[in-house]
């Protein structure tokens, strides 16, 4: 009697184990992580993207270096909105 607790125990705690250790594993696979990048023709010159650029202040406004330029939150904001009234403009 005292070896199938034990047995009970042990496999319980592989079960234990064995989902801590898998957690959320295979969920990125269903939510992607970014959106599709948009298509850009010859003319277009791509607008920086905060999940492009790599921050480099946390504080308010964030700043943040793409293409080796520095930029605050709300310049990224305003060349995102710019870009996208533009090319509604364009249609």
């Known amino acids: 009697m005292k070896s199938q607790h034990r047995f009970t125990r042990s496999a319980i705690a592989a079960c234990v184990l064995a989902l801590a250790l ?20 010859a003319g277009d010159k791509p607008v920086p993207r905060v999940q ?6 946390s504080g308010t406004p964030s700043k943040y270096v793409c293409g080796g ?18 090319s509604v403009a364009s249609k």
């Open 22 to 41: 898998s957690g959320c594993a295979g969920s990125s696979m269903m939510w992607p992580s970014s959106p599709p990048a948009r298509v850009q023709t």
């Open 52 to 57: 492009d650029c790599i921050n480099i202040n």
């Open 69 to 86: 330029k520095v930029y605050t939150s709300h310049e990224l904001r305003k060349l995102r909105e710019d870009s996208a009234s533009s």
